[in-house]
Every structure is written in structure tokens, then in C-alpha cells.
């Protein structure tokens, strides 16, 4: 039996972005989703310089005052025109200033991506003045899928067997039935280290899930900048008059 160390070894493999400097694109690949002409594909999508569905990032300075979003597909947002997403919308009404829309979100993503990726954008590009970050619910997690030594975006759907028949999302990457509470305390630890650093920075952040039971959850501990939301915010507009609401000054 390999030792730890030597099964950790995988970690080296080239398509191992996730312990990497990049900013992730939307996607690694080219999904029926985003090809137009394709039946999967609602709307078109344009890509920044990093692969993302919004304005190029250029390296930013401490005066510069912008905003960026993050979080999963709700963000991005998929098969919804740009402009109609809830992020464009909240830029366009903030209006700081044209070509610096930034958004950094990833379909199927869990917190822990998307943190990733922030920590890679804060790295490569700056910080930002203030964040709106849109958060997953707690199912989502990360997987690895040995026979190709690539990270896979995890949904433990099990533990909402309403959705998707209860089956367990990506299951051909490992680890396979996480515990409920691993996942929970996993989303904490990631939120607060998170909350941690944009306070010292002086990151203004705002965030809550789209998802009620994880608001629930999340409402039981002591977050500075976590939002409650009293309901699944499923629609687009749902989304943005939650936060223009609560935004604060």
C-alpha cells in the first residue's frame, strides 16, 4: 500500500489548477452549454482575459475603488443574458466606472472554490474595495478523479434527495459519501479564515447563500458580514434586490 506522501504525489499532476496561481476560467473545456448553435446554449457568452464572463482584469492599485462578485453558476450567470444577471445589475447601479466589471464565478462550484479563487485574484490582481459573494449551499464540495488526476466540483445530493434523485454528483471522484458534518464544518472554517482576511484588509464584504437551509445553518454562528436570507433567492431579480437591500453604506 502506498504511503500517504506517495499518493499525495497526484497533487504535482499539471491539471492540478486548484493548488495553483491561476484564476480559474468558467470552465476548463468547452460545455454544450456555452457553444452557440447548441440547444443546451440559451445566451452567448463572452470571455475576459482570464477566461471569465466579464470585463479583462488588469492589476489594480490600492486607490482604485472596485467591486468584484464571485460565486457559482448563479453568478456567472448561466443561460441568462450578462445583463440580466443579478451581479451586472448591481455593478451597473453602483457605477463606478466602465470596463471593470469582475466577476469570478464557477459553475458548480463550492465555497471552498470559490475562496480559492478570490485568494488567487487577490494574488495575480489586487483586493478589491468590496466583494458580493453569492455562496452554494453546504452540499458542494471538491472531489479528485484518479484515472485523469483532475479536481472535479462535488454535490452530495443525497442529503437533498428532492433534487437531481438523490444521486451523488461527480461520483466517479473520491471521497464518495461525505459526512454531513465534515461538509458543514469544512464551509465554516472556510467562511470565517475568509471574513478574517477582508477584515484585516479592509475588504468591504457582503454575502449570503442562494440556499435557505444554508442560511439557516449559517445564521447559527457568529459570521461579521453574513446576510440572512428568509428565502431561497432562486431568480435573478430575487437576488439583486436582496442585496441592493442590504448592501448598507
Known sequence: MKSYLEQAQDLKQRHSTWLSEIIEPIVENNPTWMQEGHADCKTSYRKNNYGLRCDDFTKINSDQNHILFAGCERTIPMNINEEDGWA???YNKICLSENEYRNISYPGASIHKIVSN?????????NPKEIYLLAPEII???GF????KIFKPKIFYQYRPEINDGVEHNIMCVPNNTPMQLLGIRYLHTMRAFEQYCEAAGIK???T???LQT????????FKYFIKSEDNLVLQEDIFNFFV????E
Open 88 to 90: 451586472k445589475k448591481m
Open 118 to 126: 478570490l485568494y488567487k485574484y487577490f494574488n495575480l490582481i489586487g
Open 140 to 142: 458542494r464540495d471538491l
Open 145 to 148: 478523479w484518479e484515472e485523469h
Open 205 to 207: 464584504l457582503h454575502w
Open 209 to 211: 447563500s442562494w440556499d
Open 215 to 222: 442560511n439557516e445553518f449559517l445564521s447559527n454562528y457568529r
Open 245 to 248: 437591500e442590504n448592501k448598507g
